[in-house]
């Protein structure tokens, strides 16, 4: 994956951001991002070390070498992934960043040829725009039986389940 840099050209003193596959330099203000995501209700948590373990599948976004943006994809079956751990930092949420993540994740399936990309989700709205359409959770058996058993909100989930086939 090559680094995308993203900025705004009519507005002056616009930060520039790069979105690129995670490193592990990346590690600690990934995890930061995690925990305080955690702390919002808006992650489940995802230590250090699961996401060292997993970094081939992570993606950031960085302004100025810091890490203001993460996302990942997980691998259910050959023909089905999810975005997952998707997170930007509060003081950069409007910029477009989220949309830049998921777009690169999205790109990096179609590349390993995984026909289907789908998300859980409470921002319905912003993965509708990216082009996702809403769909039964119950199509995915694979991350009801995975993840969500583990979820304090199983019994009452309030997250919505978004796909697209790239």
């Not at 003193?13 to 592990?24: N, Q, S």
């Not at 509060?90 to 789908?118: C, H």
Request: contains cysteine; glycine residues 4%.
């Amino acid at each position: 994956m090559t680094e995308i840099q993203y900025v705004t050209p009519l507005v002056a003193d616009t930060p520039v951001f790069v979105v690129r596959a995670a490193e592990t330099v990346d590690v600690d203000g990934m995890a930061a991002l995690v925990a305080e995501n955690v702390k919002a209700g808006h992650l489940l948590p995802r230590s250090a070390a699961e996401i060292r373990a997993s970094l081939h599948n992570w993606v950031v976004a960085l302004h100025d070498d810091t890490v203001i943006g993460i996302g990942s994809l997980l691998l259910m079956n050959p023909q089905l992934v999810e975005v997952r751990s998707l997170a930007v930092a509060t003081e950069y949420r409007s910029y477009g960043i989220g949309a830049l993540i998921v777009n690169e994740l999205v790109s990096q399936a179609k590349q390993r040829d995984i026909p289907t990309v789908f998300a859980l989700t409470r921002a319905v709205n912003f993965f509708l725009r990216l082009g996702f359409t809403i769909t039964d959770k119950n199509n995915f058996p694979e991350k009801v039986w995975r993840d969500c058993v583990k979820c304090p909100l199983v019994t009452c989930c309030d997250e919505t389940a978004v796909v697209i086939q790239p």
